[in-house]
């Protein structure tokens, strides 16, 4: 909601009509958005690979935390990007 994309059909610049608008004001957020979606996910996913955050535990518990990392941060990015891509279209 940062960005101020439309959360209501009817906010779409061609309300009514048979175009595809794009559910920013500026077009270039239908790229930019999943790409900042799919950095974060990359960022998370580097991130449990590093040494540094296993903190000693043991390899069970260093699978389970990446995986529920992982998993939330494709949950969220899914639940936000989706819906907000494909609503004016």
């Not at 009514?16 to 608008?21: L, V």
């Not at 077009?27 to 990359?42: A, R």
């Amino acid at each position: 909601m940062a960005l101020q994309p439309a959360t209501d059909v009817r906010d779409c610049p061609n309300h009514g009509g048979s175009g595809n608008a794009s559910a920013f004001p500026d077009e270039t957020w239908d790229l930019v958005y999943p790409v900042l979606l799919l950095g974060w996910l990359l960022a998370v996913v580097v991130e449990q690979l590093l040494p540094v955050t296993w903190n000693g535990r043991k390899a069970g518990l260093i699978l389970a935390r990446a995986l529920l990392a992982v998993t939330i941060t494709v949950t969220a990015s899914c639940g936000a990007g989706v819906k907000l891509l494909l609503l004016c279209h």
